[in-house]
């Protein structure tokens, strides 16, 4: 086999090879998501990355000057250093809180921001193809924060996306695969790795579809355990969505807490349902001028311990009075693997110590640093845990504080139809307590937790689709529901979200908390005790003989599909399995013109009359070998045709001439040319249409003959 190469045209721009780069690339960005902790930082490098692609795609259509460019990136550079330095705070804006924490996650965000940069420069197929380096080095990198299933499925990916972006190249490069049979090794390579992609990419999409779709009514068979505490939810963000669909799991550890007693650890508190989630309407800042001086003083007004911060932390403004019926609890946090800004502790947080300066940004109950803080700022917490007991909350009474009444029994007009099953719920109860038990009970009773639930339709109602039509839900719309039912019966409520209690260590005495540790509860206002949690415990969707394999699909769906990064990627992967599996699938022909471009319009119709000559003689029975030039090939046919045939020999040699002269001369042909040469072509297709069985047979005999 003769088989000749030559140096891929430059100026040929593969829209194939630029998809698999920035697939790769998203990839890439997608892991970094699982492991800074921060979708915004994630998606503002997936944003950057596609405009540094369509930048170079667009440098090489000649719609940007290469030199421009170069200038620009080095003004953009420069500009954002001299921000940074003058600016320190702008850092936060470009980097994620995990940065700050050590060695590896800073190196992590610094491949991300030279793969950004990267992206803008390039040039040539090969800079296209070596992307796959340093996206494959981000997933490594992410990889060794700990080992969970988003990072497995994402190097699957990677692996589609490099795979697809060499073959394209080697196809660019191979040209004299002119009519190839199907038994060419690259032809069965390409339709295997398409079938493949295809089958992996429909499979993911389909499964999870039917999982939605009747996993509900299969619950004996293809349910999971559900034991698992808190799907991963924004305990950082500033807004919490609620009923969003299939949540992931990750085992990678986030905090340690020195705690004399297991509790839950509140993070974020939310006062506001939108239809949608929750958010937060009032931040404050506090700054914490100095590290901490001496451990234990009392305030004189509380007669607290206080862990002294430099001085006390001012939040009055929702100082509820001196509580009954609370003890004082000790906790020490340290993050593990990534970097934080919200101040965790349990129960209501009284006083903070950081032992190094620090802002706080605070609301009620709620705590926040305005730099992040990583694994070598440990900070302790003393927090006012309530030791009310069941009967003191019965007796607490209903007379709420104005601002709790004119901000925490707000509930919007689109949860009407939730009020039936409150009332259901209360029934006859007029005791706030006795409310908040009966809600809380039927809630459990009723529901379904399930961490695998669809999401709710972007027209609905988060919690009435919740409690009316799906029925089975994760922590954050139990705790949402509790909350508005709690609202509805007279009863202020709010949703916190934090980490559950984690799991204790008896060598070191440590709570080890984990990602999949992540969750939400309802808090509920009670007269002189202040804020109670009430953490739901549903009946857990049951365990089945499928469960392991259904946790292995939810958990793919939930750290691909719930990102932008990871969703684009899929649908990537999809668009080149698709074009991948056609290449494989289509004509001997036309699947070369799949893989191969041509300069001008001239010769590119040169080329598609020949490639269809060349099918229709294959369909005779006499394909070309790669071992003979198209001239050769020519000679051999003619001889073989049948005598109502033989007047196509000047039309085969027309069609065979102008795609030498245009394939390998690579001269443009005139149009009036290609359309005389296209109408004979047209004419000969109708002649082997009408061409008997006899004739046929006659054709493949004197084949036979002639190859022996």
Not at 1 to 13: N, W
Not at 51 to 70: C, I, N
Not at 486 to 502: D, E, K, L, M, N
Not at 587 to 601: D, I, K, N
């Amino acid at each position: 086999m003769q088989v000749r190469y030559v140096i891929p045209d430059e100026a040929r721009r593969r829209i194939p090879l630029y998809v698999s780069g920035l697939g790769a690339a998203t990839v890439g960005t997608a892991s970094l998501s699982t492991a800074v902790g921060d979708r915004r930082f994630a998606s503002l490098v997936f944003a950057l990355l596609v405009v540094g692609f369509a930048t170079s795609w667009g440098m090489r259509a000649g719609l940007v000057r290469k030199h421009l460019l170069e200038r620009g990136i080095l003004v953009v550079l420069s500009g954002l250093l001299l921000g940074i330095v003058l600016m320190r705070d702008l850092r936060y804006e470009f980097l994620p809180p995990t940065a700050f924490s050590g060695m590896d996650s800073a190196m992590t965000s610094a491949l991300a921001w030279l793969m950004v940069i990267y992206s803008f420069t390039l040039y040539t197929d090969k800079a296209v193809i070596f992307m796959c380096v340093p996206a494959l080095s981000l997933i490594g990198l992410v990889g060794t924060f700990g080992p969970n299933t988003e990072i497995l499925m994402y190097f699957v990916m990677f692996v589609c996306f490099a795979c697809f972006a060499l073959m394209e190249q080697n196809a660019l490069i191979a040209v004299d695969s002119d009519a190839a049979g199907t038994n060419d090794v690259s032809y069965r390579i390409g339709l295997t790795a398409g079938i493949a992609v295809a089958a992996l990419t429909v499979g993911l999409v389909t499964g999870q579809i039917l999982l939605h779709t009747i996993g509900g009514r299969v619950t004996a068979v293809f349910v999971g355990t559900g034991g698992e505490v808190g799907p991963e939810l924004q305990v950082q963000g500033d807004f919490m969505p609620v009923c969003t669909g299939p949540v992931a799991l990750s085992d990678m550890e986030v905090l340690t807490v020195n705690s004399p007693e297991p509790l839950l650890w509140r993070g974020q508190v939310f006062d506001t349902y939108t239809g949608r989630g929750w958010t937060n309407t009032t931040w404050e800042w506090d700054p914490v001028p100095q590290p901490v001086t001496r451990w234990f003083s009392t305030d004189s007004k509380s007669k607290a311990p206080q862990i002294l911060v430099g001085h006390a932390i001012k939040w009055d403004a929702f100082r509820l009075g001196k509580r009954a019926s609370v003890k004082y609890v000790k906790q020490t946090f340290r993050t593990r693997n990534t970097s934080m800004t919200m101040v965790f502790g349990a129960a209501e947080p009284e006083f903070i110590a950081f032992h190094k300066p620090q802002q706080i940004i605070y609301s009620a109950g709620a705590f926040r640093t305005k730099r992040p803080y990583g694994p070598a700022e440990p900070y302790t917490v003393l927090s006012a845990v309530s030791t009310a007991s069941p009967q003191d909350l019965a007796l607490a009474g209903n007379e709420y504080p104005e601002f709790i009444v004119g901000k925490y029994l707000r509930v919007p007009p689109a949860c009407w139809q939730v009020e039936r099953l409150t009332q259901q719920a209360v029934g006859d109860k007029s005791n706030p307590y006795d409310k908040v038990l009966a809600i809380k009970k039927f809630l459990e009773s009723h529901y379904v937790y399930d961490t695998a639930a669809p999401g709710a339709p972007q027209t609905e109602d988060a919690i009435t689709y919740f409690l009316l039509k799906s029925r089975r839900g994760y922590c954050d719309v139990f705790a949402s529901a509790m909350a508005i039912m709690c609202r509805q019966a007279g009863v202020p409520a709010r949703v916190v979200t934090g980490y559950a209690t984690g799991e204790y260590d008896r060598k070191d005495g440590l709570y080890h908390v984990r990602q999949r540790d992540r969750h939400a509860w309802a808090e509920v206002y009670f007269p002189n005790y202040g804020w109670i949690a009430f953490d739901l415990s549903p009946q857990a969707a049951g365990p089945g003989a499928l469960a392991g394999l259904r946790k292995i699909i939810t958990d793919i769906y939930g750290a691909v599909v719930n990102s932008t990064p990871g969703a684009v990627a899929l649908a990537l992967l999809v668009l080149l399995g698709i074009y991948l599996l056609k290449a494989g699938l289509a004509p001997r022909a036309s699947r070369q013109t799949l893989w191969e471009s041509t300069r001008g319009p001239g010769i590119s119709r040169a080329v598609r009359n020949y490639r269809k000559m060349c099918d229709l003689l294959a369909r005779l029975g006499y394909p070309r070998s790669v071992s003979v030039t198209p001239l050769e090939y020519i000679a051999q046919v003619t001889p073989i045709l049948p005598a109502n045939l033989q007047s196509a020999q000047e039309t085969l040699e027309a069609v065979t001439l102008d795609f030498i002269e245009a394939r390998y001369a690579l001269r443009e042909l005139p149009d009036a040319r290609i359309t005389k040469t296209k109408d004979q072509l047209e004419e000969f297709a109708r002649a082997i249409r009408r061409l008997s069985r006899a004739e046929r047979r006659t054709i493949r005999e004197k084949r036979n003959t002639h190859a022996r």
